[in-house]
Every structure is written in structure tokens, then in C-alpha cells.
């Protein structure tokens, strides 16, 4: 568990760090950061989706191996949107916000799809304390507890006692939970959370793991990892607004139906 200690007190270090600083920086210099993130994290999802062309899952599935990870994702998809994960996400934000922040005292703006807005229907979304707090905690919960990062080193943690991984990991959380609580606030720390949660019961259920995990698989995980922190990159550029959360079981579904490939 050392290693995501660690990893959980660089994130809300950052986070103050980048809340102090949030008021001296330009609305520019902050726009500029997180496009940088973005592009950042979009093109390392895309070194780790690659694997699904690598040799490690050509060797156990062949030609297949494109058509597993796309199915993984694909029913992951389904099952993740059935389940409604990111709604859950949200409302878990949107708990924590109310104690944070406080419940808002008039009914000033009305939710649409997501986003507040004035409520006479205007355009512009409202740039509310309040909403910032939950896009802070959900954006950064999924960047910190997505990528494949977050499992193999938490893996490692447990199975190794060793947290080489997952000090890299925190140093690169640190540095995105100060960009983003720069702009997005105070709602950024809370993202230690879930990542204590999340890393905590892999590397407490590594040992368990240790006899039933092989290469394939884990390169099968790491492979559908990529995509999704593409996703991220994706979310962060305001290219699109993919629920990422919702793709979270096709984690579990692709190294599984590797495991069970005949």
C-alpha cells in the first residue's frame, strides 16, 4: 500500500499547490495547460492501445486480438451505460461538493444535459463553484484511477513489494491534479479517494491474483487501458464528451476473455 499512499498525497498536494495558485494565473495560461494535458494524455493512451497490434497478443490470439479488445470495449460499454458508472461518479462529486462547498443558497441556474445554465435558456454554461467542484473531482478521479498505470502498479505494490511504478505515477498525478485544480479548484483533492479505494483492493487482491494473471492478459489490460485514457484526452480537449467512467468493465472483460481463450 506504500505506493498508493504515495500516490494519494501527491495528488492533494498538487491540488493545494494548484488552488493557491489558481487566482494568479491567467485565464489563458490555464486554457493553455490543460490543452497540453490533453494532448498529453491523448497520445499516451495511444502508446498503450497500440498493444493491441504488439506481439504479445498476436502470439495468443492471432488475428483475433483487434476483434477481443474491440468486443471488450464495445459490451463494456453497454454493461458500464447500463449500470450509469459516471452517474454514480457524479452524484459521489456532487455528495462531497455539498459538504465542501455548501448547498447553493437561490436556485440561480438549471441543469441541461450535464451542464448549468442560466435559467431564462440561455447559451453559455455557468462557470459555478459548485459544478467546477464536480468536474474537478470526476475529470481528475478518471485521469489518476483509468490508465493501465494505476492497475500494473498497484500490482506491482502488492505482488513485489515494490512501488516503482506507482511513484512515477504520483509524480505525474501531482503535476496534473496542480494543473487542473488551477483551474477547477479545491474539488481536484477529492480525487484521492476513489484512487485509495481503487489501487488499495488491487494491491490487496494482487497475492489472490498472482496464480490466475498471465502476460497476454495483462497486455490485453494494458491494450484496452490505452483507449480509454485516449478517451480522456479526447474529453479534455472538449472534443468530444465520452463517458468514460461508463467503459470502465471492458478492464475487466478483455483480460478475462483472454484468460479464457482457447
Given at each position: ?17 494548484g ?18 494535458l ?9 502508446s ?12 495468443t490470439?492471432?488475428?483475433a ?9 464495445l459490451?463494456?460499454?453497454v ?14 462529486g456532487?455528495?462531497l ?15 441541461t444535459?450535464?451542464?448549468l ?12 463553484p ?10 481528475t478521479?478518471?485521469?489518476v484511477c483509468?490508465?493501465p ?20 505515477k504520483s509524480?505525474l ?11 477547477l ?12 479505494v ?15 494473471l ?10 484496452t487501458?490505452?483507449f480509454l ?13 465520452i ?20
Amino acid at each position: 500500500m506504500t505506493g498508493t499512499f504515495l500516490n494519494a498525497g501527491a495528488i492533494v498536494l498538487g491540488a493545494g499547490i494548484g488552488t493557491l495558485l489558481g487566482g494568479r494565473l491567467s485565464s489563458g495560461v490555464r486554457g493553455t495547460v490543460t490543452d497540453i494535458l490533453g494532448i498529453f494524455v491523448l497520445v499516451l493512451g495511444a502508446s498503450d492501445a497500440l498493444g493491441t497490434f504488439g506481439d504479445e497478443l498476436s502470439t495468443t490470439l492471432g488475428s483475433a486480438a483487434v476483434l477481443v479488445i474491440l468486443a471488450s470495449l464495445l459490451l463494456g460499454g453497454v454493461i458500464g451505460e447500463a449500470i450509469d458508472i459516471e452517474g454514480w461518479l457524479h452524484r459521489l462529486g456532487a455528495w462531497l461538493r455539498d459538504r465542501v462547498v455548501g448547498h447553493a443558497e437561490e436556485p440561480t441556474t438549471v441543469e441541461t444535459d450535464g451542464e448549468l445554465r442560466a435559467p431564462h435558456g440561455a447559451d453559455e454554461p455557468i462557470h459555478d463553484p459548485r459544478r467546477l467542484f464536480v468536474e474537478g473531482f470526476v475529470v481528475t478521479s478518471l485521469i489518476v484511477c483509468v490508465g493501465p498505470l494505476a492497475i500494473l502498479g498497484s500490482l506491482q505494490d502488492g505482488l513485489t513489494d515494490g512501488f516503482e511504478l506507482l511513484a512515477v505515477k504520483s509524480m505525474l498525478d501531482g503535476f496534473a491534479a496542480l494543473a487542473f485544480a488551477s483551474v477547477l479548484g479545491i474539488g481536484v483533492a477529492f480525487a484521492a479517494l476513489p484512487l485509495l479505494v481503487l489501487q488499495g483492493s488491487i494491491t490487496l487482491a494482487a497475492v489472490a491474483l498472482q496464480s490466475v494473471l498471465t502476460p497476454p492478459m495483462l497486455a490485453g489490460l494494458s491494450a484496452t487501458g490505452g483507449f480509454l485514457v485516449m478517451a480522456i484526452g479526447i474529453r479534455l480537449l472538449d472534443l468530444r464528451p465520452i463517458r468514460v467512467a461508463n467503459l470502465l468493465p471492458s478492464l475487466v472483460l478483455a483480460p478475462l476473455v483472454i484468460g479464457l481463450w482457447p
